[in-house]
């Protein structure tokens, strides 16, 4: 396992560390049903885990409960490659990107409207722009736990695991949010 060093108070971390350190700063170990969204990190924490945990992890995710130890892991890996196709790790993303703007197409002014635009919209009008407060329930209804947790996290509430609870709350401040762009 690599090791990094760079750290001042001289003790030497492994990558996985400064992966679950990361995860933590951003609240990513709150937000993952699985404590990770990297697999190398899941992977190190399947390995200390006991079967009953493995089972309250796998009746929390979705997984099937098994009684033998290789099979529950083989089945909460499957699991865990899932959620991480809809949710990829965020530590890969660590290095800023660069936007280019060509700034000869548009004039600066419409640029300007456009950011205070975009700073100006609420979480619900840029991602449901024509929807009603029933539509807005019915999608939420389909969504996964994690796709609920991300969009209740984006709003500004903190990750609970109670799916009914998060729809409820979701659909409320929609329901704000669309009297207050509906007037």
């Not at 002014?109 to 009008?125: G, I, P, Q, T």
Request: proline share 4%; glycine share 4%.
């Amino acid at each position: 396992m690599k090791e990094i060093t760079h750290y001042a108070d001289g003790k030497i971390h492994t990558k996985i560390e400064k992966i679950q350190e990361f995860e933590k700063i951003y609240g990513i170990n709150r937000l993952s049903p699985f404590g990770t969204n990297s697999r190398e990190v899941f992977l190190h924490i399947l390995k200390g885990m006991e079967l009953e945990n493995m089972n309250r992890m796998a009746s929390k995710v979705g997984a099937p409960m098994i009684a033998d130890k290789r099979e529950q892991t083989a089945y909460l890996l499957e699991a865990f490659n899932a959620y991480s196709k809809e949710n990829p790790p965020v530590h890969n993303k660590m290095e800023p990107t660069k936007i280019k703007i060509d700034h000869r197409k548009r004039s600066s002014k419409e640029m300007l409207k456009d950011l205070d635009y975009a700073r100006n919209k609420s979480v619900f009008e840029k991602d449901f722009p024509e929807h009603s407060p029933e539509e807005f329930r019915n999608i939420l209804k389909s969504y996964t736990l994690a796709d609920l947790q991300n969009l209740a996290a984006k709003v500004g509430f903190n990750p609970i695991f109670e799916r009914v609870r998060i729809v409820d709350l979701l659909a409320k401040e929609f329901e704000k949010d669309y009297r207050t762009r509906v007037k």
